[in-house]
């Protein structure tokens, strides 16, 4: 295999002939950042070479802040920044002020949405693990073959004396010239009784990948609103607008099919932009069963979340009634695969259009069958 990005093709011998570092064509960077509530969180910055970047938070579970594709803005960032979990409120909606937004963040382990009682326990929004610092951080970058990889890796817990006990471990991955990236995400019950495990990665579209111009492609077989409000905007769910003064949010649930692999896609696509952007992902429905769409078309806040997840994004309690809360018995292992990339250009998106079309139809034949 040979290095390859939009300006040149070489192999690894060829070009060390010609830089000092690997860092002139792409790599990874660590650093801390130094203001306001961000202060004392470690990042690493990924850079592909191909125009593709993201930023990795190491104190946020290795969640990922930042992402571009040739200087172009592709996610949605809250007015918090990337917040320092020390600073993380998990009574009621206290998570909102942590909310970074950006590439991923992920929500779980062992509750995710609205703020309930569970039992004896009062439980906030969308879980603890975003504002999880990592630890055995390990970046793996190195040549293989021809192929410069970059990879890191650490592990956040979830853990209580007396209580749920699970561990995420958690490798990013890409190589130089690549427009993708891969998470590989094992999660394992340490403890001794079974515990609720609930996850869902919150990807969020944003300005200018997000405009009125965009539409969300999905190989999803059911659709339905999860509010009154959603269900007024289902005939638009898949299409956006210009910010709208005062617009209520809307939220819809997708049961995905894969394609032979098992595998679900997802892409945010704006054709208007750079002859046609887009950013795609996709994800097994074996462990990734739904994937749920968070619309907010506001002033401000102006965001799609695209949101693969193991379970509905309601209450713990609701799920606990209605029988659907997910478990992990004692050391149960559950592994995550999800890729990230970018489409550019017209062939790109049409292909990609076209791979959805495909596992609908055969869904629909197999069904008539």
């Known amino acids: 295999m040979i290095i390859k990005n939009r300006h040149f093709t070489i192999t690894k011998k060829e070009l060390e002939r010609r830089i000092g570092n690997v860092t002139q064509i792409g790599g990874t960077r660590h650093y801390e950042l130094l203001e306001g509530n961000s202060k004392g969180t470690r990042a690493v910055d990924f850079n592909t070479g191909s125009g593709f970047c993201f930023t990795v938070l190491l104190d946020r579970g290795l969640d990922i802040s930042r992402a571009t594709y040739n200087g172009i803005n592709l996610v949605y960032h809250t007015p918090n920044g990337e917040v320092n979990p020390a600073f993380y409120k998990p009574e009621g909606y206290g998570w909102l002020r942590t909310f970074f937004g950006g590439l991923l963040t992920t929500c779980g382990l062992t509750y995710l949405g609205p703020p309930c009682i569970d039992g004896d326990e009062v439980i906030g929004l ?5 504002n999880t610092p990592a630890r ?24 209580l004396l007396f209580g749920d006990k699970l561990r995420l471990t958690r490798t990013i991955s890409t190589k130089i010239g690549a427009k993708s990236l891969n998470i590989n995400d094992t999660v394992e019950n340490f ?13 969020n579209a944003g300005f200018p990948l997000l405009d009125k111009a965009s539409k969300l492609m999905l190989s999803a077989v059911k659709s339905e609103p999860c509010d009154d409000i959603s269900k007024s905007g289902i005939d638009k769910m898949n299409t956006f607008s210009d910010p709208i003064a005062g617009f209520k949010e809307q939220n819809y649930l997708h049961r995905m099919t894969g394609d032979e692999a098992g595998y679900a896609y997802a892409a945010m696509i704006n054709k208007n932009l750079c002859n046609g952007l887009g950013l795609y992902i996709k994800f097994g429905i074996q462990n990734l069963p739904y994937l749920s769409e968070w619309k907010m078309m506001g002033e401000g806040d102006y965001v799609v979340g695209i949101e693969p997840c193991n379970v509905r994004c309601e209450s713990r309690s609701i799920l606990r009634k209605n029988k659907l809360l997910p478990f992990l018995k004692p050391g149960e292992i559950k592994e995550i695969k999800i890729e990230i990339g970018i489409l550019e250009g017209e062939k790109e998106i049409e292909v990609f259009t076209n791979k959805i079309k495909r596992i609908l139809n055969h869904r629909e034949k197999h069904c008539e069958g």
């Open 126 to 130: 969308h879980g603890r693990y975003s």
């Open 136 to 159: 055995q951080i390990c970046d793996k970058s190195e040549w293989k073959g021809d192929d410069y990889h970059l990879e890191v890796s650490g592990i956040a817990e979830e853990a």
């Open 191 to 203: 403890g001794y009784k079974e515990s609720p495990f609930t996850i869902l990665y919150h990807i």
